[in-house]
């Protein structure tokens, strides 16, 4: 059973930081295409980071700056650190891996800014 955790959100001020974690079992990141998104109230899931399985990397442009999407492979984990947050990152983060044949998502994690 494939499985992806998310944690590290919480509530913060704004100008602070925070790392999210994305813990995967059932399934190797290192082959996956993988990334973060996001969704505000009212608003729709939007992607805030990836990284393919050959490196690449690609962020919001909101972002952009801001914040690192990252593996560790060795731990079967990814990682998104978010510095210089602001209250509009305030959202439910979602940890994403796919490929060809699977698209699989993490049940979320609420980061809150305050101002």
């Known amino acids: 059973q494939v499985q992806l955790v998310e944690s590290g959100g919480g509530l913060v001020q704004a100008g602070g930081s925070l790392r999210l974690s994305c813990a995967g079992s059932?399934?190797?990141?290192?082959?996956?295409?993988a990334g973060w998104y996001r969704q505000a109230p009212g608003k729709q899931r939007e992607l805030v980071a990836t990284s393919s399985r050959g490196g690449s990397t690609n962020y919001a442009d909101s972002v952009k700056g801001r914040f690192t999407i990252s593996r560790d492979n060795t731990k079967n984990t990814m990682y998104l650190q978010m510095n210089s947050l602001k209250p509009e990152d305030t959202a439910i983060y979602y940890c994403?891996?796919?490929?060809?044949?699977?698209?699989?998502w993490g049940q979320g994690t609420q980061v809150t800014v305050s101002s």
């Open positions: 994403n891996a796919n490929s060809w044949v699977y698209d699989y």
């Open positions: 059932g399934i190797i990141f290192s082959v996956s295409n």
